[in-house]
């Protein structure tokens, strides 16, 4: 499944561990939540009559094909919300006697369909289960549910899909719906024919099998592999396709159904979704093994994506592409879920896990192949070097001692929902980027080889992949100096990551000490773990940064170690985590930091762009972390004037917004605002707000940092030209705007509280049919500081009459805490009112814990951290264990923020002045001598926003 989780912008998604997660219901075995094993299916004949024009409910039949592994009188399988007709159980020996007694279905979170027999089951001894029902139509798209878009002409139409994974197979058919339970599914759909295009898994069969039935159309498929239950998918619709089949790339059908009319909006999932299938194979040497690949993009969709095997089903704004519309962000988007997805075929599809406690092995290679195998067919993306912003955010999340590992027990269907989050994926992805350098590419790819090749079709644990990787290892000629069990075992089953502290042991000294601690944003806080860190060194003498795979490992038995480096002493800098692939955050002695900041404010190139960004990003948030003197992170961060590629800045744009954040309203604001300015102005002068086509595909972004800085701080000339284009754009819509622009540009017309532009832009929203560009005015709307049009904007979430689609609904909200920070305060005060109605009318996954998340960035005092016990106390009864885990997070967050003020403000001043960073930091003097003097009078600067919605990648 892909997520739109937030995490370029916001905090942490994580959940808490059990034992602190659930007063209420803290003695729960939760073991009682796993079936009892008794009995396994072989085969699935599910039977289900969808018609979308009726709302509430559907038929289905399913027959069971099962096998007993003991003795027994009692078949426990999953069904959720659904009305038992019958039920008959037989054996193969006697298939005349129906050996049903009785049943019983749960009405708790169990989901249990309890089936006795008069007799006992036979252990080895098939037996099939008939069972006819009456399904619910999921109402929160999580199920088989229905869904609706607006045709040209001809009115609403709608449509009949599915969002089975993780635990709402259950709601479809009864079933064992754990992972583990793998199985052959045979599917049988009856639609009306009004609805010609319905497809499953597999390809319709020809041996037809089934009767017809007046009035629907029979759709028979063929049967699947051997697959997990939450791999199954259903489509029933008007749609239409493209297709390889005239032309194949790629020699498996490949179809992009999407709405009549979006045809033309395809090619780029088409041609880029066939490339990366063939990047995937020959990278795993491994065939796609079914006989067909559907994407279909559905307007209303939980997750971005998920990756039914054969039937991979979309959000429309995760896999088609207008130009002139799609913002390049968007695009690199679908391309990454693109990929995403197939990555699933071979990485949760062939190889399951065991239980969803190891989500991780499904999403953490779904994320780094995301990038890593988008970057084999579109190098020019600079995926890998992307990677590393994922890696900086990702420690933002995981910097919480409430943290989960990425090895996380889950049971109830809540908290595994919850272990969807940014561990599983984006920091998993970080520890598999980690393992691939540590091991070497080669070694690395071929476990994975041997992974798959020994494990597909099975649902495994952890240890299996170690295994599949020791072995290309022991095969090898790299060695490492501890078994990969007994690294991984610690990276997997901890939450949070290292800070390694390295020091020369003296200035002439050929050595280095080396001691690691647990990362944790609130000090306060402290761990006793350790991990098994790999490290790799450049010296200034030999600034070669190619080689990633490790020189040394810092063990977690020591608490502090030597390590001999020739050559040490005649360094005038050292740096350690070439290319940033190890996944901690390094802090070196004064001196190595301040002939750091010397080095890139002299020849920054000297260092490469990747260690670049880390150096910038960890020191500052070491300093944040009251771990390194301010004066050196901003002495490092001063040498961004000369700096033209987007990595680094972007590392700095992120490690900066909390200062943004922290100093806003002090007298120090104004200070960082000028010096944000001075930093950006070659590159506002040099980018401006038109692309060129010298333009490399992250210029886009570039351009959007470097643009809202400038225009929410003030820089008239940015200001001006944004409300330009926007009367232009007013006067004549039709004539667009870039896209990649547009957020800023429209964000900027609506800070100063303009209901005119507001209007005019939400009228843009409802006229608008194209996801891609709805997305980008529903960030820009949260910009409005007019109070009217704010609350108006804010109600949207809870109006039931609202035009904003359910999965959207956080979008608003989201985008009004990132506006400003009076705007946050007014979003939160929202949230904290309407939680219970917010809850139920945005989409389940992402939606309350995307709003969280923002919140998480953003709340940072005394007064907030009193609000959010307000909050919790009046929905404590209903938080998710999600929404559980994001209160901890903000708390911790709040928590260390509070102590960053005592340190770093004078407390006799009403409002704080940052006695360090005036006083001690001298923000003054980094600014060179008053080349920038472009900004607006301060009166016309309404502009403390923070909102950078459009430059960070819509996840
Ligand atoms: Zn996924």
């Given amino acids: ?17 059990l034992s602190i997660e659930d007063g209420a219901t803290k003695n729960v075995n939760y073991e009682h939540y796993l079936l009892p094993g008794e009995s396994y299916p072989t085969l699935y004949d599910v039977r289900l009559f969808l018609d979308p024009n009726v709302s509430e409910s559907f038929n289905g039949d399913v027959s069971i094909r099962i096998i007993p592994v003991m003795n027994t009188n009692e078949i426990v399988i999953h069904a959720m919300e659904m009305q038992i007709n019958s039920i008959i159980v037989t054996s193969d020996s006697n298939p005349q006697q129906n050996i049903f007694q009785n049943f019983s279905l749960a009405t708790d979170d169990t989901h249990f369909l309890k089936i006795s027999t008069s007799t006992p089951l036979i252990a080895a001894q098939p037996y099939t289960v008939q069972i006819s029902y009456i399904g619910q139509y999921a109402d929160n798209m999580f199920g088989i549910y229905l869904s609706t878009y607006e045709e040209p002409g ?8 599915s969002q089975l994974q993780p635990t709402f197979a259950r709601r479809a058919f009864p079933c064992y719906d754990e992972p583990s339970y793998k199985a052959v599914f045979r599917t049988t759909i009856y639609a009306p024919p009004e609805y010609p295009v319905v497809r499953s898994n597999m390809p319709e069969r020809t041996d037809l099998l089934k009767p017809d039935v007046e009035g629907f159309r029979k759709f028979e498929f063929q049967d699947t592999l051997v697959m997990s239950s939450y791999l199954v998918a259903y489509l029933v619709s008007k749609f239409e396709y493209v297709t390889n089949e005239q032309s194949p790339i790629y020699n498996i059908p490949f179809r992009v159904y999407s709405r009549p009319g979006t045809q033309n909006t395809s090619s780029f999932a088409l041609d880029f979704g066939q490339r990366n299938m063939i990047a995937l194979e020959n990278y795993t040497e491994f065939a796609y093994a079914f006989p067909k690949m559907d994407k279909a993009a559905v307007p209303d969709f939980a997750a971005g994506a998920m990756e039914n095997w054969g039937l991979v089903i979309y959000r429309e704004i995760a896999l088609l592409v207008q130009d002139g519309i799609t913002t390049t962000s968007t695009k690199q988007n679908i391309g990454r879920i693109i ?26 290679f779904a994320n780094f192949f995301e990038n890593f195998a988008t970057d084999l067919v579109l190098p020019e993306w600079r995926m890998m070097d992307q990677f590393v912003l994922l890696l900086q955010n990702v420690f933002q999340n995981d910097a919480v001692l409430s943290v989960n590992p990425m090895t996380h027990p889950v049971y109830t269907p809540s908290q595994i929902i919850g272990t969807f989050n940014a561990v599983a994926y984006q920091k998993s992805g970080s520890v598999i980027r980690m393992m691939q350098h540590f091991l070497t590419p080669e070694v690395f790819r071929k476990g994975l080889v041997i992974y798959l090749r020994n494990n597909s079709r099975r649902a495994v644990a952890p240890q299996e992949l170690y295994t599949a990787l020791q072995q290309a290892l022991d095969e090898s000629s790299h060695s490492i100096p501890y078994p990969i069990s007994v690294i991984l075992d610690r990276w997997t089953n901890q939450g949070g990551f290292p800070v390694l502290n390295v020091r020369r042991s003296a200035p002439s000294a050929e050595s280095l000490f080396i001691s690691q601690e647990r990362f944790l944003t609130n000090r306060e806080l402290s761990s006793t773990d350790r991990w098994h860190v790999p490290i790799n060194l450049v010296l200034s003498t030999n600034a070669d940064f190619s080689d990633t795979s490790p020189q040394a490992w810092v063990p977690p038995s020591y608490p502090a170690i030597a390590i001999d480096i020739p050559g040490l002493s005649n360094a005038e800098w050292y740096i350690i985590n070439k290319q940033q692939t190890g996944y901690y955050r390094v802090n070196y002695d004064e001196e190595n930091w301040q002939a750091l900041a010397k080095v890139l404010n002299a020849s920054h190139q000297t260092i490469h762009l990747l260690n670049r960004a880390q150096i910038v990003d960890d020191a500052f948030n070491l300093a944040r972390n009251g771990r390194l003197n301010y004066v050196h992170a901003f002495e490092i961060s001063r040498y961004l004037v000369a700096e033209t590629d987007y990595i680094p800045w ?53 351009r959007n940092i470097i643009l809202n800085i400038n225009c929410r701080f003030g820089n008239e000339n940015c200001v001006n030209r944004s409300q330009e284009l926007l009367e232009e754009f007013r006067n004549n819509p039709s004539q667009r705007l870039d896209p990649d622009i547009q957020t800023t540009v429209f964000c900027s017309g609506l800070r100063g509280g303009d209901v005119d532009n507001f209007n005019f832009l939400w009228n843009q929203y409802l006229a608008s049919t194209d996801s891609s560009e709805q997305s980008i005015l529903l960030n820009a709307l949260g910009c409005t500081s007019n109070a009217e049009r704010r609350d108006f904007y804010l109600n949207q979430v809870i ?50 814990t995307n709003i969280l998340n923002a919140f998480a960035r953003r709340l940072t005092t005394s007064g907030h951290s009193t609000k959010i016990d307000t909050f919790y106390n009046r929905h404590q009864s209903i938080l998710s264990a999600g929404e559980q885990a994001g209160i901890a997070a903000i708390r911790e967050n709040i ?24 006083t001690d930091v001298k923000i003054r003097p980094c600014l060179g001598k008053g080349r920038y003097s472009n900004r607006a009078p301060k009166a016309d600067r309404l502009d403390k926003g923070l909102s950078d919605n459009s430059s960070v990648p819509f996840r």
């Fill in 1 to 17: 499944m892909y997520l739109l989780l937030l995490v370029s912008l916001l905090g942490s998604v994580i959940s808490v561990p």
């Fill in 154 to 161: 001809v009115g609403t139409e709608r449509l009949i899909t």
């Fill in 339 to 364: 990929c995403h997805e197939n990555t699933h075929m071979w990485f949760g599809n062939e190889v399951s896990p065991l239980t969803w406690t190891y989500t991780w092995l499904n999403e953490g």
């Fill in 650 to 702: 972007a590392s700095a744009n992120s490690a900066l917004s909390y200062l943004e954040v922290v100093l806003s309203g002090s007298e120090a604001y104004d200070l960082f605002q000028t010096y944000m300015l001075e930093l950006s102005n070659p590159l506002y002068e040099s980018l401006g707000f038109e692309a060129q086509s010298t333009d490399e595909h992250v210029t886009a972004y570039h």
């Fill in 799 to 848: 109006d039931d009459d609202s035009p904003v689609r359910e999965q959207d609904k956080h979008t608003v909200v989201v985008s009004v805490i990132n506006a400003s920070p009076e705007n946050m305060e007014v979003a939160l005060d929202f949230v904290i009112e309407h939680f219970a109605e917010i809850q139920t009318r945005v989409q389940g996954l992402t939606g309350t």
């Fill in 895 to 918: 928590q260390a923020s509070i102590a960053w003020s005592d340190q770093h403000y004078d407390t006799g001043h009403t409002f704080g002045r940052p006695r360090s960073i005036v």
